[in-house]
């Protein structure tokens, strides 16, 4: 939805610390190292007054302007990505409706300006400075959040994760799962079976390069125990919700499968 801001976002910059870009793997230990708290909420539901904490994000860039800041639409992350862009075509839902807005600090607004583009998606730790408000083109007053970062990762901007043929095969296996989830028009029973599907392959491909790793490394106990340690982080992070209903069954499989296949591309990487 285009949406216009109709109050400048005025906000001081703090002498925050500032961690520029990194690899999609870091920012899971960036939020851990900074204490950030989630922050999709705020985006849906600000907070009356600025709390001033840290909290992590994941966006696309809606508006933008020669200053260093920008409005965003909240976003799944990018390895979740292809599974709700295609939960909304089957829905015929467009992009998020919650927005929240990002001021770039000195430090980062070369990184910034040289590499966002207009709906590219971000990782984001951000100090949460004040609320702006905006106006739908229906003419609905709104409030966004605004968030100063000291986090600030463009997906773009990412480097490989894997060599040639690894990520030729995780490309074909990511069409294969996206067709099967266009293919089941919307109908959770059958968006299940393909992340269930997903699961499988994916655990498969990462048995294959874990044995192929465990072959060509001398540090096997080492190894094996970093295995056993990602598939408990793994298992924890999609554990299902058994309240959650079907939504909550296709979340906890396409998380498996998702991570799965991260996991699986690191491994061939280190052949």
């Known amino acids: 939805m285009r949406i216009e801001i109709i109050v400048a976002i005025m906000v001081a910059l703090a002498s925050s610390p500032v961690i520029s870009n990194a690899q999609s793997s870091d920012f899971k230990q960036a939020i851990a190292a900074q204490g950030a708290k989630p922050g999709g909420e705020l985006a849906s539901a600000p907070k009356i007054r600025a709390d001033g904490e840290l909290y992590s994000l994941h966006g696309k860039i809606q508006q933008a302007s020669e200053t ?39 430090q980062l607004q070369k990184y910034y300006f040289d590499n966002a583009k207009i709906g590219g998606g971000f990782d984001l730790i951000g100090r949460y400075t004040s609320n702006t408000k905006y106006k739908t083109v229906s003419g609905r007053e709104m409030q966004a959040p605004v968030f100063e970062a000291v986090y600030l990762d463009l997906w773009s901007k990412r480097q ?53 790793a465990m072959a060509a490394t001398a540090d096997k106990d080492g190894l094996r125990s970093r295995q056993r340690q990602w598939i408990k982080e793994r298992d924890q992070e999609c554990a299902l919700d058994k309240d959650g209903g079907q939504a909550a069954m296709l979340t906890s499989y396409d998380c498996v499968a998702t991570k799965t296949a991260n996991r699986a591309t690191e491994l061939e990487a280190a052949r």
């Open 68 to 106: 260093p800041s920008f409005l965003a639409s909240l976003s799944p992350s990018e390895e979740n990505e292809l599974l709700a862009s295609a939960l909304r075509r089957s829905r015929g839902m467009g992009e998020s409706t919650d927005y929240f807005a990002v001021v770039v600090p000195k």
């Open 160 to 212: 490989p994760q894997a060599q040639a043929a690894p990520q030729k095969t995780a490309a074909t296996a990511a069409s294969t799962y996206e067709k099967c989830i266009d293919d089941a028009a919307g109908a959770m029973p059958d968006m299940i079976e393909c992340s269930n599907k997903e699961s499988v392959r994916q655990d498969a491909r990462l048995n294959a390069a874990y044995k192929t």
